[in-house]
């Protein structure tokens, strides 16, 4: 349901409605008589930025009706009405009208709105766009919020934030939900180019500007023309390049590397940087008039520590992108996703990404514990199932594994009869003398060293030991 900036007027015609519509448009106010019939019909779609009740026997049943069913609609009253109470009822306007009362009832209506706004769907291109930005906290909620204001307009916009908390994924919510999004969204990293080539980077070069220069080359700023230009680490730029970029976003045009002909620069700037910049003008790194050249409209990224509740619906989205991309699927015991909530996450979303990719090569299609995170993920204590093997199992399997390896140890026919006689065997001595034959061939063939004669047969060094004073078998 979108919310209409108009006011809506709910009564009929009469002097003291008149009065106030002209003053609502006094202020700058959009204002519309509506019927009292004609109401309910209107507010099935759309919710409007104040609606005001003039005060009479039909409009008290009206508003009973309407604070129920509307708790999201911000509601005035003109004069008062005895015996009803709702939240959505922000206040009464007394007559005589006067210009403090009436902007502060507005204001009251324009932060009920703001509160509310997460119970309201977003537009078409926000839904597809805002599913990139997984998260329910209040934090994550606002930043929506902000990129849906200032979207629409040309202002120019400054991502603050940790490295790794989603900075670029900002730049692009505001890009393709704005009036560029027909444009090319071009990205930039300042700190990953040499400051000899940034120039020719933004604003490309001419055929011959310098030594390499085999032919014209045009820029990110041509590039992006209506379109979008990301800058990200703009606080890496270095100063001589700060001045260049100060006078294109002044005067909106600029010139190649080696060129003399202005080019107009039709581009949104969006820029980011996880840097102090205050701290950085102070200590004279970064021009203070590019700082509020670019921070028109800032935007400030929360840390993942400071959203710790969004991280199961993170790692949900992440393990769906791994799937989506064939590179397998892993899940998460709630142990686990508790862990994972009290770690710091000093590389925020990036990290858990990361983390997310690592166990999924190690776990393919598998459940993860918490003992299954790397150590410093683990921060439940939780005992390590441990599967217990009797010691007999262990010498079965490794008399197993020594017949199943036929090229390792012969054993001789003449003495272990390959078919069972009909006057049969002890099979109790049979498997002595056949143990005793593996020990001491064992022995043999690592030179009486008892630990490796061990490792050959796949039991531990004691249980060698044990067996060989039970045989009566020394070293000799």
């Given at each position: 349901m979108l919310t209409d900036q108009r006011i809506l007027l709910v009564g009929n015609q009469s002097e003291r409605i008149n009065r106030l519509s002209c003053v609502f448009e006094f202020l700058g106010e959009?204002?519309?008589?509506?019927?009292?019939?004609?109401?309910?019909?209107?507010?099935?779609?759309?919710?409007?930025?104040?609606?005001?009740?003039?005060?009479?026997?039909?409009?008290?049943e009206l508003l009973q009706s309407l604070a129920g069913k509307l708790p999201w609609q911000p509601i005035l009253l003109l004069g008062e009405h005895d015996g009803v109470n709702a939240s959505n009822i922000l206040g009464f306007i007394e007559e005589p009208l006067n210009y403090p009362q009436l902007t502060e009832l507005l204001h009251f209506c324009q932060v009920f709105g703001q509160a509310r706004r997460h119970e309201t769907p977003t537009s078409i291109n926000q839904t597809k766009l805002f599913r990139s930005m997984v998260g329910r906290s209040e934090g994550i909620a606002q930043v929506r919020h902000l990129i849906s204001q200032v979207a629409p307009s040309e202002a120019t916009?400054?991502?603050?934030?940790?490295?790794?908390?989603?900075?670029e994924v900002v730049a692009r919510n505001i890009h393709y939900i704005s009036d560029r999004r027909d444009g090319p969204f071009i990205p930039i990293n300042c700190g990953a180019i040499p400051a000899e080539l940034?120039?020719?980077?933004?604003?490309?070069?001419?055929?011959?500007?310098?030594?390499?220069?085999?032919?014209?080359?045009?820029?990110?700023?041509?590039?992006?023309?209506?379109?979008?230009?990301?800058?990200?680490?703009?606080?890496?730029?270095?100063?001589?390049?700060?001045?260049?970029?100060?006078?294109v976003l002044q005067e909106r045009e600029f010139e190649r590397v080696g060129g003399s002909k202005p080019i107009k620069a039709d581009v949104r700037v969006v820029a980011a940087t996880h840097r102090d910049l205050e701290l950085m003008i102070?200590?004279?790194?970064?021009?203070e008039d590019l700082y509020y050249r670019l921070n028109v409209f800032p935007i400030e990224m929360p840390a993942l520590c400071e959203r710790k509740d969004d991280i199961p619906l993170l790692l949900q989205e992440l393990v769906s992108r791994v799937y989506n991309e064939g590179r397998g699927k892993v899940r998460f015991t709630q142990r686990a996703?508790?862990?994972l909530k009290e770690h710091k996450w000093s590389g925020n979303v990036r990290e858990l990404s990361n983390l997310v990719e690592r166990l999924t090569i190690l776990y393919p299609g598998g459940l993860v514990d918490v003992n299954d995170l790397p150590h410093k993920y683990r921060h439940i204590d939780v005992p390590e199932y441990c599967v217990e093997i009797s010691e007999e199992e262990q010498e079965r399997d490794a008399l197993a594994a020594i017949f199943s390896d036929e090229e390792s140890i012969e054993i001789p026919e003449t003495r272990f009869p390959s078919e069972l006689p009909p006057e049969g065997v002890n099979l109790k001595d049979l498997l002595a003398e056949l143990e005793i034959d593996m020990i001491r061939q064992a022995l043999d063939q690592q030179d009486s060293v008892v630990a490796r004669a061990a490792e050959m047969l796949g039991i531990r060094r004691t249980t060698l030991v044990e067996k060989m004073r039970k045989y009566g078998m020394g070293k000799d």
């Open positions: 959009q204002v519309e008589l509506v019927a009292i019939d004609k109401l309910e019909l209107r507010l099935k779609t759309t919710r409007y930025r104040a609606l005001v009740i003039a005060a009479d026997s039909q409009s008290k916009v400054l991502v603050l934030g940790q490295s790794g908390t989603g900075k940034l120039e020719s980077e933004l604003f490309g070069h001419e055929k011959g500007s310098f030594t390499g220069a085999i032919s014209a080359r045009k820029g990110r700023f041509e590039l992006a023309e209506k379109g979008t230009l990301f800058l990200d680490e703009i606080g890496d730029m270095p100063l001589q390049m700060q001045v260049k970029l100060l006078r102070s200590d004279g790194k970064f021009r996703i508790e862990s």
